[in-house]
């Protein structure tokens, strides 16, 4: 139902101030992209953030990768999602206890509750990770996602173990807004959860290491997913991330328009 259902009038469905303002900002902008930053220099980092910031509605990072790490970096990346309007995911695959997950989650080198709109965890632990990551992130208005489903080949993410992270992101959903998924899954009354999908690609089907990209219309329009997440696609063999960007930009708006206007 939630699948033809604007990203607008879903933001109306949502408690979580994070979700409402993320979908809000989806339509506003006309984005359902989000670039993966998977690049280990800061200056990397912003360069390509400040490039492709005017066609994206999130930044997923991977900050344990960049070897330069400092506040500054924080800094300059929160300050061009407040320029380009767009919102941060710290995609940290949180898999721990509860009480452990509460200390990565906010405090140590990097801080992630303090910056990171959204984050995510895998349900390997069972509920008390979303616990433990819930304390922290709430009381900021932060939101999380929990990994469903994962796009390499011979992921041991699905089946019974996909079928018990959606119960648990029930129970919680304050605070558990979506999933990492592949597909979406059928909605239960009161059910609004947005959708964010890696392993999309225009041009390729696979990078060699267990990758597997599809095409943005697929995962959009075939399969229901909200938001397409691309990292090699835009930034990889030297190509031009913002031309990239908008490629891609298009290509997952378009697949949106034509998934609700059917
Ligand atoms: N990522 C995946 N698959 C998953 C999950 C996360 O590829 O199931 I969960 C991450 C890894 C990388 C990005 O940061 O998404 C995809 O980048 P490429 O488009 O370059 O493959």
Same mark, same amino acid.
């Given at each position: 139902m ?8 879903r933001?109306?469905l ?13 339509? @506003? ?28 509605c ?8 960049v ?21 941060i ?44 990551l ?20 011979? &992921? ?8 018990? &992270?959606? %119960?648990?992101?029930?129970k ?10 592949? %597909?979406?899954y059928?909605?239960?009354?009161g ?8 392993g ?5 089907t ?16 075939? @399969?229901g997913c ?5 990292? @090699?696609?835009?930034?990889g ?7 990239e ?16 206007s059917?």
């Amino acid at each position: 139902m939630s699948a033809s259902l604007s990203y607008l009038e879903r933001s109306k469905l949502h408690s979580n101030p994070t979700a409402k303002a993320f979908l809000e900002l989806m339509e @506003r902008k006309k984005s359902n992209l989000s670039v993966a930053a998977d690049l280990n220099k800061k200056a990397a980092l912003i360069e390509l953030a400040d490039k492709v910031g005017p066609y994206i509605c999130l930044l997923k990072t991977h900050i344990d990768v960049v070897e330069d790490f400092d506040q500054d970096l924080v800094d300059q990346l929160t300050a061009l999602a407040k320029k380009h309007d767009f919102m941060i995911f710290e995609d940290r695959k949180f898999a721990d206890i509860g009480n452990t997950v509460k200390l990565q989650y906010g405090s140590g080198i990097y801080k992630i509750a303090s910056w990171s709109d959204i984050t995510n965890a895998h349900m390997v632990p069972g509920e008390g990770i979303v616990q433990g990551l819930r304390e922290v992130g709430l009381p900021l208005n932060r939101a999380m996602l929990l990994l469903a489903e994962m796009s390499s080949a011979g &992921t041991l993410a699905k089946g019974d173990y996909t079928v018990k &992270t959606v %119960e648990v992101a029930r129970k919680y959903k304050d605070f558990v807004v979506g999933f990492i998924a592949m %597909e979406r899954y059928a909605d239960k009354e009161g059910d609004d959860f947005i959708y964010m999908t890696p392993g999309v690609g225009l041009d390729q089907t696979s990078d060699g290491m267990g990758q597997q990209w599809k095409h943005p219309r697929e995962v959009v329009f075939d @399969r229901g997913c909200d938001v397409i997440i691309v990292g @090699r696609g835009i930034y990889g063999n030297g190509r031009d991330a913002a031309k990239e960007a908008k490629r891609y930009q298009e290509a997952g708006w378009n697949a949106y328009v034509e998934r609700i206007s059917k």
